[in-house]
Each structure stands twice: as structure tokens, then as C-alpha cells.
């Protein structure tokens, strides 16, 4: 069998980690990313070399890359046609948006913890859930305070039983980068 296929939707702080995890795989072929804007990431990605192919999710910065000299692969339904899974890390409510797209082209997705949980067939965490997922084609992936939480709760549970958690998160507001959220 060969590998596995996989383009990641929005290189933000999420999407950068998935292209770089994914490249590592030996089973996982990164086909690229795709990015609305020249951002700090994909300015970075350029000052790389473009270790990765680039995608446009839209239209509307095509020229602002090319003023940078960011070269452009294609648009992401070029990137979707290409791939046999995407992972959507782009802002809350895009995936959605997305999905039409996806399911278009028969390919499978994982949305990020932000997209609402009608987006997906099943609400996903690999270590407390896994079975849940299997042979489902689009999943939702748990925030990464939940994964956390999942976790620890999940052991405790395991090894003493859990009939009830009230949990206080204290965060920052946003990733940097994201100041415009306040």
C-alpha cells in the first residue's frame, strides 16, 4: 500500500505542527498547505525554501504572494483533488465551510476542536475514544485544553471511577500572533 495522502487547510500555530508531524511520517506523503494570506508562518515557510508545497484556500492575496515572491501551487480544490485526507486546522467556521469541498472530491477530513460538532460524524480523541472514529470520514478533533483534560480524567477514571468533573481553564486569550481577539 502507499502512503497516505494528506494536505493541511490553514498553516497558523495548528496547521504548522500537523505539516511538520506529517512529514515526518514514513506512511504519510505531505502533498502541502494551504494559507488565505501571506501570514508570519507562510513568510517563514518562503524563508525556508518552501520546504512545502503552497496553496491558495482563496483568491483574493493572490497578488500580495506574488509581490513577496511566495510561489503558489495551486488552489486548495487543486490541493483536495490531490489528497486522499485534509486536515482542516483553518479558523473556527471555515472548516465548515470547507467541507462542502472535501466531500465533493471524496476526500476524508479531521476538523480542529473549534468547528461546531455537527461538522464531523463522530467528536474524536485518539486516546479516550478511539473506536469512535474508526471508518468515519469526517472527525472532530477535542481542543487542546480538552485533550488535556481527557487525559488526566481518563486515568483517574480508569483507575478509581469518575462520576462527575467541574474544571476552571485559565489561558491566555489568544495565540500570539492573534492579538486582534483582544
Known amino acids: 500500500m502507499g502512503k497516505v495522502r494528506v494536505g493541511v487547510s490553514g498553516y497558523g500555530v495548528i496547521g504548522q505542527r ?13 502533498v502541502g498547505v494551504a494559507d488565505v494570506a501571506p501570514t508570519l508562518a507562510v513568510r517563514a515557510l ?7 508545497n503552497l496553496y491558495l484556500a482563496s483568491d483574493e492575496n493572490r497578488a500580495k504572494f506574488g509581490e513577496l515572491g511566495i510561489p503558489v501551487s495551486g488552489t486548495l480544490e487543486d490541493l483536495v483533488k490531490s489528497v486522499d485526507i485534509m486536515l482542516d486546522a483553518a479558523p473556527n467556521g471555515i472548516g465548515a465551510k470547507n467541507k462542502p469541498l472535501y ?3 471524496g476526500v ?16 474524536f480523541h485518539g486516546y479516550a475514544n478511539f473506536d ?25 477514571d480508569k483507575l478509581v471511577g469518575v462520576e462527575k468533573v467541574a474544571i476552571t481553564i ?10 486582534h481577539r483582544g
Open 18 to 30: 500537523l505539516a511538520d508531524g506529517v512529514a515526518k511520517q514514513e506512511d504519510m506523503e505531505l
Open 132 to 156: 469512535n472514529g474508526v471508518g468515519k470520514d469526517y472527525l472532530k478533533l477535542t481542543s487542546c485544553n480538552t485533550t488535556g483534560l481527557i487525559r488526566a480524567v481518563d486515568c483517574i
Open 170 to 179: 485559565i489561558r491566555r486569550v489568544a495565540d500570539p500572533g492573534d492579538y
Open 103 to 105: 466531500e465533493k472530491h
Open 46 to 52: 518562503h524563508e525556508k525554501g518552501m520546504p512545502y
Open 108 to 123: 476524508k477530513a479531521i476538523f480542529q476542536g473549534g468547528e461546531k460538532n455537527e461538522i464531523a460524524d463522530a467528536f
